[in-house]
């Protein structure tokens, strides 16, 4: 973040020098910009613990004493990768140099953050004996509003093209980080299956504050005295991490049991509502950590998780001059 901050700072000084010295040949203006965009990501890492689940595709085979892990692959990515549209409102202080704000909604690809597939969870020999077992597979998919104030570098016009580049920072105002679980749960006695139930959860993720770092290269072409169209690329760096997360829906073969207490998945409210902090330790509101003090009635503690949205994107658009 430093060095971005710095190679920025470096930048705004050469862009205001070459504004004065650059004698200006258009007068003072606003312009608007509508476009879309698409972004596929650049940096791939480890996504965050989900819901107790490493971020693992795990697969188990065999029963009772011999379900086994069998393989094991580690689930990396990022929420750079997903659409984007934006509308944009700039100010040209000179023929070189500008600034402009922009207001863009996000919708990132979904991706698989946590998989399991075909492992004991639970075995009563008095009850038949009867074993039970789950496939599970979690997607995570983030939903944000932004803005994006930017300084901006005209390069000069020629046969209508007139190529800028811009670099500014992102002010995340809202966004979540949405994750989706579908659930199999199979019991057995014996090889015979007695039961199965499919479930679904939806948990958000609000974030804590933010900002992140962008640059562009870009050109406009002139369609007419105050149309332009227009054509960016643009690179975007940063990092979200969580501050709270919620179960918003949880259902049973299509019937609602969140707020059912003789559920035992979601029988408490720690179960569904999750605090996240910096570190764990024995004055958390964390089982493994505090079983004595643990209290079921408040959020539940759980090292903050962090989530990487840089990509590298396209965007496409018309700019309207006055």
Not at 124 to 129: E, K, L, Q, T, Y
Not at 146 to 160: C, K, N, Q, R, Y
């Amino acid at each position: 973040m430093k060095k971005n901050l710095f190679l920025l700072g470096l930048l705004v000084c050469s862009m205001a020098t070459m504004a004065q010295t650059e004698k200006a040949d258009k007068p003072e203006s606003w312009y608007f910009k509508l476009g879309g965009s698409y972004f596929n990501q650049t940096a791939s890492t480890e996504f965050p613990v989900v819901g107790g689940q490493l971020p693992n595709r795990d697969v188990y085979a065999g029963t009772l004493a011999n379900n086994k892990l069998v393989s094991r692959e580690s689930v990396t990515g990022s929420f750079g990768q997903g659409f984007r549209s934006g509308i944009t409102a700039g100010y040209r202080f000179s023929a070189r140099l500008g600034v402009e704000m922009a207001a863009n909604y996000y919708v990132s690809n979904e991706k698989t953050m946590s998989q399991t597939t075909n492992r004991l969870i639970s075995y009563n020999p008095a009850n038949g004996p009867a074993a039970t077992y789950v496939s599970f597979t979690a997607e995570g998919e983030i939903k944000a509003f932004d803005l994006a104030p930017a300084i901006v570098m005209f390069l000069g016009e020629s046969h209508g093209f007139e190529p800028y580049t811009k670099v500014g920072i992102i002010v995340p105002i809202h966004g979540t980080l949405d994750i989706k679980t579908d659930r199999q749960y199979t019991t057995f006695v014996g090889a015979n299956q007695v039961a199965s139930t499919d479930a679904y959860s939806k948990d958000v993720v609000k974030p804590n504050p933010t900002l992140g770092f962008m640059a562009s290269l870009g050109t406009s072409y002139k369609l007419g005295k105050h149309i332009s169209a227009f054509a960016e690329l643009e690179y975007r760096n940063f990092t979200v991490h969580g501050k709270t997360k919620e179960t918003e829906v949880y259902t049973e073969n299509g019937v609602d049991k969140l707020n059912t207490t003789t559920n035992f998945r979601v029988a408490s409210y720690s179960a569904t509502h999750t605090k996240y902090v910096d570190h764990l330790d024995g004055s958390s509101n964390n089982k493994d950590y505090n079983p004595t003090g643990y209290d079921s009635t408040k959020p539940m503690n759980e090292l903050s998780s962090y989530v990487g949205i840089s990509g590298l994107g396209l965007t496409l658009g018309l700019k309207y001059s006055l």
